[in-house]
């Protein structure tokens, strides 16, 4: 049974330019980053090892570097960027919750800051993890029926590495399980496996 622990990165803060307003784009601001890092530490805790752990100044420096490198309109957009390249560039990594602060924001009246709370896991949604990536396909729950409308996406089936998703779909239409290729899938973007 596999753990999870949370590593947690609070505050860390960046003078960036972002913003829809022309002014925040130009004259800047003070944002802020809180980054919790779930994943399983116990090989980490057990040898008190670096090499088994994920390494916080290099988390730290990777979101800097995501925050410094462009400007965004949003926070949300900002967010989503940080926390789908944790998990695509951290494997260790299985879930990551970013909260990204803007302070003194450009509203008609007296705000602190606004916060966007960004949460992304493993799947085959996550932003930032290429498909070449995608290594196998595992079935939780797929219903075949003729009367659907829904059809297998055609770029999918091009995939090379997806072969046996092909072979399944054929051996289907072979013993009569749906006609014309058509299919309605139910949760799968969980069906997937994302490997290194």
Same mark, same amino acid.
């Given at each position: 049974?596999?753990?999870?622990?949370?590593?947690?990165?609070?505050?860390?803060?960046?003078?960036?330019?972002?913003?829809?307003?022309?002014?925040?784009?130009?004259?800047?601001?003070?944002?802020?980053?809180?980054?919790?890092?779930?994943?399983?530490?116990?090989?980490?805790?057990?040898?008190?090892?670096?090499?088994? %752990?994920?390494?916080?100044?290099?988390?730290?420096?990777?979101?800097?570097?995501?925050?410094?490198?462009?400007?965004?309109?949003?926070?949300?957009?900002?967010?989503?960027?940080?926390?789908?390249?944790?998990?695509?560039?951290?494997?260790?990594?299985?879930?990551?919750?970013?909260?990204?602060?803007?302070?003194?924001?450009?509203?008609?009246?007296?705000?602190?800051?606004?916060?966007?709370?960004?949460?992304?896991?493993?799947?085959?949604? %996550?932003?930032?993890?290429?498909?070449?990536?995608?290594?196998?396909?595992?079935? %939780?729950?797929?219903?075949?029926?003729?009367?659907?409308?829904?059809?297998?996406?055609?770029?999918?089936?091009?995939?090379?590495?997806?072969?046996?998703?092909?072979?399944? %779909?054929?051996?289907?239409?072979?013993?009569?399980?749906?006609?014309?290729?058509?299919?309605?899938?139910?949760?799968?973007?969980?069906?997937?496996?994302?490997?290194?």
């Amino acid at each position: 049974m596999s753990h999870q622990d949370i590593i947690r990165i609070k505050n860390a803060v960046f003078y960036a330019y972002h913003g829809v307003v022309r002014d925040e784009q130009n004259l800047g601001g003070k944002f802020e980053v809180d980054a919790e890092l779930f994943c399983d530490l116990s090989e980490a805790e057990e040898h008190d090892s670096l090499k088994q %752990t994920v390494d916080y100044e290099k988390v730290y420096a990777f979101m800097k570097n995501l925050v410094l490198g462009k400007k965004y309109y949003l926070i949300e957009a900002l967010g989503n960027t940080i926390a789908s390249g944790i998990l695509a560039e951290f494997p260790k990594v299985s879930k990551v919750l970013i909260r990204v602060r803007k302070h003194s924001p450009p509203v008609k009246g007296v705000v602190d800051y606004v916060e966007a709370e960004i949460e992304r896991g493993r799947s085959l949604k %996550t932003p930032g993890v290429p498909w070449t990536r995608i290594k196998r396909w595992r079935p %939780t729950r797929i219903f075949v029926r003729s009367s659907s409308t829904a059809r297998l996406p055609s770029e999918i089936v091009r995939q090379p590495n997806l072969g046996g998703l092909r072979n399944r %779909t054929s051996r289907l239409q072979r013993a009569g399980g749906f006609s014309q290729s058509r299919f309605r899938v139910e949760d799968f973007a969980h069906s997937w496996s994302v490997v290194r």
